[in-house]
C-alpha cells in the first residue's frame, strides 16, 4: 500500500533539518512513498532561510510538491496539503519532531480496523485515559450544570497516518483560520466532526518505552520567547509575558 507524506513547515531551517535527517534515517526508507507534499509558511524566518527550506527538502525529495503561499496560516496549509494527496495511506507531519526509534507499516497496517480513520505516533503529551485510541473530554455546561460529560474521538496534527481517502474527506470540510486539530473535536466546526467522530485515530507505541516520537518546537519557542495559545478556536504564537520584577 503505497503512502504519501505530507510536511508542514516554517521558515526553521535547524529544526526541519533535524526532522528530516531523523525520518530519512529512522521512517521513510521504510515506507513505500509515492510522493511527498510540503507547505512552507512565512513562520518565524526570513524569505532567504524560507528558500534553504526548501532546497532542504528537494535535498531529500527532488520531485516534491511544495506549496510556499504569501500568508501563513496553519490550518490552510494542512487543508492544502491533505487535498493534493492521492495515495491510500498518508503520513502526516510537521518540522519539529524526531523519530526516536525505526518504524514501518508492518507495526501501522494492523491497527487500520474499519472505524479506524488514523494512527497516531505517542509522544509524552498525549493521555491515553486507558484507552488504545486518542479521546478529548467533553464538558456541556448550562449555567452552572453539567448537562454532558463525555469522552469523544479526537485525532492529532501531530505525526501519524491518516486513511487517505478519511484525510481527504476531512481536509474538503476543513475551515482556514481555526485550528486544524481542535476541529475535530472542540464544536467548532459541526461538518468536520460529523465526518471524524464515528471514526477512532489509534496510539502507537514505541516498542521499547512510551514514546515513539519527540516534539522538538516547544524549546526552540521557548528559546525565543513564544508560547503558543488557543484563542477563538485558532492556535496562535505570542511573545512570553516577562513579570515585572523579572529583570
Known amino acids: 500500500m503505497d503512502y504519501d507524506v505530507t510536511l508542514i513547515?516554517?521558515?526553521?531551517?535547524?529544526?526541519?533539518?533535524r526532522t528530516l535527517e531523523s525520518f530519512s534515517r529512522d521512517v521513510f526508507p521504510n515506507f513505500p512513498i509515492r510522493r511527498l507534499i510540503a507547505n512552507i509558511d512565512r513562520f518565524m524566518g526570513d524569505d532567504a532561510e524560507g528558500d534553504r527550506c526548501e532546497a532542504l527538502i528537494r535535498r531529500h525529495f527532488p520531485e516534491a510538491l511544495i506549496f510556499r503561499p504569501a500568508t501563513p496560516d496553519f490550518a490552510s496549509a494542512v487543508k492544502r496539503t491533505w487535498e493534493a494527496t492521492t495515495a491510500p495511506r498518508v503520513l502526516h507531519l510537521e518540522d519539529d519532531w524526531i523519530a526516536l526509534e525505526p518504524f514501518g507499516p508492518e507495526r501501522i497496517e494492523p491497527l487500520f480496523e474499519p472505524d479506524v480513520g488514523a494512527v497516531t505516533f505517542m509522544c509524552v503529551t498525549k493521555h491515553t485515559r486507558g484507552l488504545r485510541h486518542q479521546t478529548a473530554r467533553r464538558v456541556v455546561r448550562k449555567g452552572r450544570r453539567i448537562v454532558e460529560d463525555v469522552l469523544v474521538n479526537a485525532f492529532s496534527t501531530s505525526p501519524g497516518v491518516f486513511d487517505g481517502a478519511f484525510l481527504r474527506e476531512a481536509a474538503r470540510r476543513m475551515r482556514p483560520g481555526l485550528d486544524p486539530e481542535k476541529q475535530f473535536y472542540r464544536q467548532i466546526n459541526p461538518e468536520l466532526e460529523a465526518h471524524a467522530l464515528p471514526r477512532r485515530c489509534m496510539f502507537l507505541r514505541g516498542s521499547t518505552r512510551r514514546e515513539l516520537v519527540a516534539d522538538?518546537?516547544?524549546?526552540?519557542?521557548?528559546?525565543?520567547?513564544?508560547?503558543?495559545?488557543?484563542?477563538?478556536?485558532?492556535?496562535?504564537?505570542?511573545?512570553a509575558e516577562v513579570p515585572p520584577d523579572a529583570g
Open 9 to 17: 513547515a516554517g521558515h526553521r531551517e535547524a529544526l526541519l533539518a
Open 216 to 239: 522538538i518546537g516547544r524549546q526552540a519557542r521557548a528559546d525565543v520567547g513564544l508560547v503558543k495559545l488557543y484563542e477563538n478556536g485558532a492556535s496562535v504564537w505570542r511573545k
